[in-house]
């Protein structure tokens, strides 16, 4: 069982269509046909999208995609389009806010590893592989891979679980082509962005990213405008607390769990015994205590100040 403790109503904009509520994000469309992404400050862990939430969560995680976005053009077009307010929109949607792009997205979660961690340590101590592919004797939890490597998953919904698969499943179900692009991708995103977070102090271990297939209305010479797939386009969000893990490199040591600035914080008190709640039960987590909260969003925004050199205000 899992799911949302308790899901929000959406919120109505004269306009917008609500499309879905996820996870995190709340997506509707404009009546331009773009689509208008609003991360809230929910979050989620083992599958649960939590009762509680992290304030400021969705504008740090909004502003730092934004960044990277920036700092990744060279590599991958995206999908965003402006940061402008949709009108009628509430002010609580400022800086959480993106429009972007519609595209056909991929169902695959194109994850890149450097270090073992998470679901790939789980993986390794049982086969010495993770995603089928072979790992040396002798790694433990928070070890350096030999090099980075791209362990896809299934893309799962809102209370399913994401499954670890292997490429070979990733190349069948989307294509050989488009399989190649997606390794090539995700792992030059992964090495520009593990060698930016390194400069800053901060071990990126891992990270998920989505992609889409974006298209350009064109001319097919008939004066009829015509769709042209114009490659893959980076989506969703990229690089954040969220979807990436940020350890401090001054505190790295591997063969135990790691200090890290992101999620993980909440996922290590749920499943500790203080929360006195069964991961593997049928009850629903309890609300997270304020001291978790705080403690929380101080690394969502210390994860923020150090890689993009900012203050949060």
Request: negative net charge.
């Amino acid at each position: 069982m899992s799911g949302f403790v308790d899901k929000p109503d959406p919120v109505q904009v004269p306009g917008l269509l609500h499309l879905h509520t996820g996870k995190v994000r709340d997506l509707y469309r404009n009546e331009a046909g773009d689509l208008v992404m609003v991360a809230s400050d929910r979050v989620s862990a083992y599958d649960w999208v939590l009762p509680t939430e992290i304030p400021d969560k969705g504008r740090i995680l909004t502003q730092l995609s934004l960044w990277w976005f920036e700092q990744l053009a060279d590599l991958v077009p995206n999908h965003v389009i402006s940061t402008d307010l949709p009108e009628g929109a509430p002010a609580d949607w400022e800086g959480r806010t993106t429009v972007c792009r519609s595209l056909r997205m991929i169902p695959v979660e194109c994850v890149a590893r450097g270090y073992l961690t998470g679901s790939g340590l789980v993986e390794y101590e049982q086969s010495r592989t993770v995603c089928g592919l072979a790992l040396p004797e002798g790694l433990s939890d928070g070890s350096e891979l030999p090099g980075p490597i791209f362990t896809p998953a299934t893309k799962a919904a809102v209370g399913d679980h994401d499954e670890n698969v292997s490429y070979e499943e990733v190349a069948r179900e989307v294509g050989a082509e488009t399989a190649t692009q997606l390794r090539q991708l995700t792992l030059a995103v992964y090495q520009r962005a593990r060698d930016v977070a390194l400069d800053r102090g901060i071990i990126l271990a891992d990270t998920k990213l989505e992609f889409g297939h974006g298209t350009d209305e064109g001319d097919d010479g008939i004066g009829v405008p015509a769709e042209t797939d114009v490659g893959l386009v980076l989506g969703d969000e990229v690089l954040t607390p969220d979807s990436s893990r940020f350890w401090p490199v001054d505190q790295w040591q591997p063969g135990r769990a790691q200090p890290s600035f992101d999620k993980q914080f909440v996922r290590d008190w749920l499943s500790g015994p203080e929360s006195g709640w069964d991961r593997k039960g049928q009850l629903p987590p309890p609300p997270l205590p304020e001291r978790i909260v705080e403690q929380t969003r101080a690394k969502y925004v210390e994860a923020y100040r150090r890689l993009t050199g900012l203050d949060w205000a």
